[in-house]
């Protein structure tokens, strides 16, 4: 044995065992099992690993930015084109305003087709009552319109515009008035600008389709 325990007086005590040299020989020491373990160095971590993490953050923000800007400009965009097509609206009315009144005053209206289609509006043929301007109504009995007119009685009320009638049979009464024509033109140019616009928001959304699913022959 190495190692020989004697008690002596309540005490315990260790005599070393010595060779055949007569050299003491010391015990061999405890070794743990997981001191014997060679340790795993710490794993290095990148140099650049929290750089490029904020590079890359830097990168998702400048790009949230560039798509809240693009959006805004769009939407800016929209805007002054819609005013700008307003604007066009409003002045083409108030040119054919303008022509209308021109040729009113000159007495260059058609007031016959306009009274027909009036008392087409109207749906009777009988007891028709036409009030026009002084003049327009004085420049109807100097010609032969009232034979297109049927028997109709003219009226003049000095309350209308130049150009403008209304015809009237008992309760019922149908206005044509310039500014109803300026309304209605009015109305279809901004029929005709949404129809543009909707034509364009088609042609768009084709494009970006085409683009997303290109040709296969093309990109073969």
Not at 41 to 55: F, K, L
Not at 67 to 89: K, N, Y
């Amino acid at each position: 044995m190495w190692i020989r325990l004697a008690v002596q007086q309540g005490r315990c005590s260790w005599k070393l065992q010595r060779d055949a040299a007569g050299t003491a020989v010391h015990p061999p020491a405890e070794v743990s099992p997981a001191a014997d373990r060679p340790k795993s160095p710490p794993e290095a971590v990148p140099a650049g690993s929290s750089q490029e993490i904020a590079e890359s953050q830097q990168l998702v923000t400048l790009l949230q930015s560039l798509g809240d800007r693009l959006a805004q400009l769009e939407s800016q965009q929209r805007q002054r084109l819609e005013e700008m097509q307003q604007l066009a609206i409003e002045l083409a009315v108030a040119v054919a305003a303008r022509v209308l009144q021109d040729r009113a005053e000159a007495g260059q209206l058609p007031l016959v087709p306009m009274i027909q289609a009036a008392i087409e509006r109207l749906g009777v043929r009988q007891g028709i009552v036409i009030r026009l301007h002084p003049l327009d109504c004085e420049l109807l009995q100097k010609t032969d319109a009232m034979q297109h007119l049927g028997k109709c009685q003219l009226q003049a009320d000095a309350q209308l515009r130049r150009g403008d009638c209304v015809v009237l049979s008992g309760e019922l009464s149908v206005a044509g008035l310039l500014h109803h024509q300026l309304d209605a033109l009015r109305e279809h140019l901004r029929g005709v600008l949404l129809d543009a616009e909707i034509e364009r928001r088609k042609a768009q959304a084709g494009d970006r389709l085409l683009r997303r699913f290109p040709d296969r022959r093309q990109t073969a």
